[in-house]
């Protein structure tokens, strides 16, 4: 089939939305203006709530075509739930798995098909363990993976965690198309995209390292204010909310997390967090785009910033200086430029709050640092 389309990505965060922009902005920058051919992007409602992120993404006229797309939950499909029983048997185990594959790639059709994906030159797929990496493999069209968050692998590799037993051997049925593994190892992936290779405690053939940095750096003047434009409606209100209230005052921020599940848990790490590391300082918090807890009525004397974006988006404000930030295992504080001290608590601050078992994923795994 004949090519018709240059690009397109496929996105299920405000992450992979700001990841996109800033891969389509390096081609705008690298290539002719008579050659550049602009993507298409898709917001997949599966997980995330994008509000108007879409409308706000077609005033940019950043990319050609902003499409909704519909993926199903697997639950979605009840009669899918038989055939995903672990079993001892390791025969059974993989027949059942072989089946789900099929089925739940089937099932996907008729909400993933009104993009005709095979049109286009390069698919690009952020968490292709949603069911668009199934639906992909059992349509046989060829794509590149890209990594769900900054460095996400590096607390939870999903490929080899939900795989970890007989690895080696479901990874060779998932590149014969029985059955699919994520994050580089399905057979019509062709690369998984990351942005720090050291810092991935497995080796996967197709990791191929693309550093954010640069990117971020490169941006013109008028592609940092689209960028702003894109996710955030009311600017100069976010600004009102970041400058001190009286000379001299400090602001330490938060960042939250879509963690632990429990919400009064993260109620408490929250509390416990701005106790134990802003005191002194006006607080400020910035909530995941995915945690959806009133951070107003929970702490009303902090100034809580209003909007879902990714907050390294900040980054293109000028001026703006916060004195320290706190996160529990969030990279995006790393890409904060505009911190002074930058403290990562890791995932074992949650142990207090929740069996470690249910965060420590690589641990459990047995995996080590990739760079040990």
């Known amino acids: 089939m004949k090519k018709t389309k240059s690009r397109i990505y496929v996105c299920h965060t405000f992450y992979h939305v700001y990841v996109a922009i800033l891969k389509e902005m390096k081609l705008v920058r690298q290539t002719p203006a008579n050659q550049y051919q602009k993507a298409d992007i898709a917001l997949s409602s599966i997980s995330t709530d994008f509000e108007h992120l879409g409308d706000r993404l077609v005033k940019t006229k950043i990319f050609h075509e902003v499409i909704a797309l519909d993926e199903k939950q697997e639950d979605f499909f009840p009669e899918l739930a038989k055939y995903r029983k672990n079993y001892r048997n390791l025969l059974k185990h993989m027949i059942n798995r072989i089946i789900f ?46 990594e769900d968050g900054l460095d996400c692998l590096k607390n939870l590799d999903d490929a ?22 994520m994050n580089g190892w399905g057979k019509y992936c062709i690369d998984m995209e990351i942005n720090d290779r050291s810092v991935v405690p497995t080796n996967c053939p197709r990791f191929v390292e693309e550093p954010r940095k640069p990117l971020e750096l490169a941006l013109t003047s008028e592609q940092k204010k689209l960028m702003i434009q894109a ?142």
């Not at 080899?160 to 593994?181: C, D, E, M, Q």
């Not at 006006?282 to 909007?307: F, Q, S, W």
Request: charged fraction near 30%.
């Open 101 to 146: 594959t099929k089925k739940l790639a089937k099932c996907e059709i008729p909400y993933i098909q009104v993009i005709d994906f095979k049109a286009y030159e390069d698919i690009y797929v952020f968490c292709d363990s949603d069911p668009i990496g199934y639906y992909l493999n059992y349509k046989r069209i060829y794509y590149h993976a890209v």
């Open 231 to 372: 996710f955030i409606a009311d600017a100069e209100n976010l600004m009102e909310q970041l400058k001190p209230s009286r000379e001299g005052e400090e602001f330490a921020c938060f960042l939250t997390e879509p963690h632990p599940v429990d919400v009064e848990a993260r109620k408490k790490v929250c509390v416990d967090v701005i106790a134990q590391y802003c005191k002194g300082y006006r607080v400020l918090i910035k909530p995941h785009p995915r945690d959806t807890i009133d951070y107003e009525m929970l702490c009303p004397d902090a100034v809580v910033l209003r909007g879902r974006f990714p907050v390294e988006v900040l980054n293109f404000f000028e001026g703006l200086r916060i004195k320290r930030a706190v996160s529990i295992v969030t990279t995006a504080l790393n890409n904060m430029d505009f911190v002074e001290e930058k403290i990562n608590l890791g995932a074992s601050f949650w142990d207090a709050y929740e069996d470690p078992e249910k965060h420590a994923y690589n641990k459990k795994a047995g995996l080590t640092m990739a760079d040990k």
């Open 160 to 181: 080899y965690v939900a795989n970890h037993g007989h690895f080696r051997l479901k990874t060779w049925f998932s590149r014969l198309n029985l059955i699919f593994i």
